[in-house]
């Protein structure tokens, strides 16, 4: 089992910065596939960047609407993942999720929130002026 929990969600203006960050514990050592979605009202829940690999290499992908904006990093030291949001808009307002999985994703698949085994209990990001 792997637990996971987010931290760092707020309510911030258009173009700030915030930075998510999930803490993984149990057996956090071997989950290869960690990712970030986010679900917002109304909304069907969306794919936003995942992290693969191990600690030597690791590949990350990301959401055409986030690609240049946000950044997924991994420290294992720590068991944690993070999400650097820079230059918000109001249309990532969301709750975000971490998420984990044992396996290594395939290409195709690390999109797909039915794959992941594990998730945490969401964070909420309001963007507003």
């Known amino acids: 089992q792997v637990q996971l929990v987010e931290s760092g969600g707020g309510l911030v203006q258009p173009g700030d910065s915030l930075r998510l960050s999930c803490a993984a514990s149990?057996?956090?050592?071997?989950?290869?596939?960690m990712a970030w979605f986010r679900q917002a009202p109304g909304e069907e829940r969306e794919f936003v960047a995942a992290?693969?690999?191990?600690?030597?290499?690791?590949?990350?992908h990301y959401a055409d609407s986030v690609k240049g904006r946000f950044t997924i990093s991994r420290d294992n030291a720590k068991n944690a993942v993070y999400l650097q949001m820079n230059d918000l808009k109001p249309e990532d307002t969301a709750v975000y999720y971490c998420?984990?999985?044992?396996?290594?994703?395939?290409?195709?698949?690390?999109?797909?929130?039915?794959?992941?085994?594990?998730w945490g209990q969401g964070t909420q990001v309001t963007v507003s002026s």
């Open positions: 992290i693969r690999g191990s600690a030597d290499i690791t590949y990350n």
């Open positions: 149990g057996r956090a050592y071997s989950t290869f596939t």
């Open positions: 998420v984990a999985d044992h396996a290594y994703l395939a290409e195709g698949t690390y999109d797909r929130s039915d794959k992941y085994d594990y």
